[in-house]
T-cell receptor, first 115, second 113 residues
């Protein structure tokens, strides 16, 4: 199946620093998503991107859908302790076509924020 | 409150003993899906369903079955569990037929010994 490579695998930062993580794919995706998972919980959607080149913000979070459709990045500005968790990218390859409901997730980025 | 409810939250079982993990959503979503989460591998999709009586394989369907007899429920069935199915399982539902903007359950941690 399709694969997403997410990097970095983990990050240790100081409170107040900005964070950047990205995902790349060997094939084209029509939708890119970013989720956050808190310990002991299921993932929660942060940002959804539906159009190549799209740049979307949600508070201190900004994500972009790469022009090539094969990558996406997530930035977190001025990190705070509650940003701690695992961040996942996810992609959907076929908008309205076969395997429409099939989602592929990256391996996750574990974020630790030191106060 | 809008939610996806999985049961049980924790389960330890023995190899070969059939088990079912239930999933129920109260948002009238058409789309439901099951994932397993393993360290270093992220979430991998097992099966998904875009409507009642319609199910499709995800990336790792081997060893699992699902059914969608009614909109709100999407049980995951392991007919003959094996130790390599020890994992953290998540059910999700979405108003979006492509399953993109999904609500996830709290997870079921399964151990097969």
């Amino acid at each position: 199946g399709q694969q997403l490579n997410q990097s970095p695998q983990s990050m240790f930062i100081q409170e107040g620093e900005d964070v950047s993580m990205n995902c790349t794919s060997s094939s084209i995706f029509n939708t890119w998503l970013w989720y956050k998972q808190d310990p002991g919980e299921g993932p929660v959607l942060l940002i959804a991107l539906y159009k190549a080149g799209e740049l979307t913000s949600n508070g201190r979070l900004t994500a972009q859908f790469g022009i090539t459709r094969k990558d996406s990045f997530l930035n977190i500005s001025a990190s705070i302790p509650s940003d701690v968790g695992i961040y996942f990218c996810a992609g959907q390859a076929n908008a309205g076509g076969t395997s429409y409901g099939k989602l592929t997730f990256g391996q996750g980025t574990i974020l630790t924020v030191h106060p | 409150e809008a939610q996806v409810t999985q049961n049980p939250r924790y389960l330890i079982t023995v190899t070969g003993k059939k088990l079912t993990v239930t999933c129920s959503q109260n948002m009238n979503h058409e789309y439901m899906s099951w994932y397993r989460q393993d360290p270093g591998l992220g979430l991998r999709q097992i099966y998904y369903s875009m409507n009642v009586e319609v199910t499709d394989k995800g990336d790792v369907p081997e060893g699992y079955k699902v059914s969608r007899k009614e909109k709100r429920n999407f049980p995951l069935i392991l007919e003959s569990p094996s130790p390599n199915q020890t994992s953290l399982y998540f059910c999700a539902s979405s108003y979006d037929m492509g399953g993109t903007e999904a609500f996830f359950g709290q997870g079921t941690r399964l151990t097969v010994v």
